[in-house]
């Protein structure tokens, strides 16, 4: 792999994981409930299944479910019906203010860990993208190997640093949302966002 092809893939990239998404939203808003440990745990369970995907797409079987109707319908509707879970559980919550998040146990870590993971891997959209993508950059009369090894670890290092980006934020705003009733403003924003991102998803077709 050349230089000038890394750069390009790189700036492809790029564009990918700074585009604000279900799983910043979500990185964000465990940063705010649950603070930026939870937060970085929840970043982790997501970048390990689009991670997943995208070794997946490497070795062709994400042509496979981007061109399966079938597939792509499932893994659609799975992701859409958990945003709108994760919306629905907000919008109704009737908690009117945070409080600072004390040491929580492995079961609780597990569950962030786990939330993350979910709404990472339900975006059939980043099997299509990156079944695109990397035909554009892989060398054929060269190993694949170590061209997976650079495409991977440059997507990790990128994709798990916007997120912890998006905890951050989140973890540093929980100062502000503190104030009693500024929790249940932000449970109606943070809903509603994630019905409308489950509603969108629900929308996407393989094209």
Known sequence: MTMQLWIYYTLAVLVLTASPGPSSLLCMTKGVTYGWRSAAITALGSLTAITGIMTLSFTGLGVVIASSEWLFGLVKWAGAAYLIYLGVSCFMSKQESYTRAGEENKTATKCHYISGFIVGAS?????????????????????????????ASTFVVMELSWLLFYAYLGAKSSN?????????????????VFIGAGALLSLTNRT
């Not at 502000?176 to 509603?192: D, E, I, Q, S």
């Open 123 to 151: 975006n059939p959209k980043a099997i299509v993208f990156f079944s695109a993508l990397f035909p554009q950059f892989i060398t054929t009369d060269v190993p694949l190997i170590p061209q997976y090894l650079i495409f």
């Open 176 to 192: 502000w949302l503190l104030t009693r009733g500024r929790a249940k403003v932000f449970n109606r924003l943070t809903g509603g």
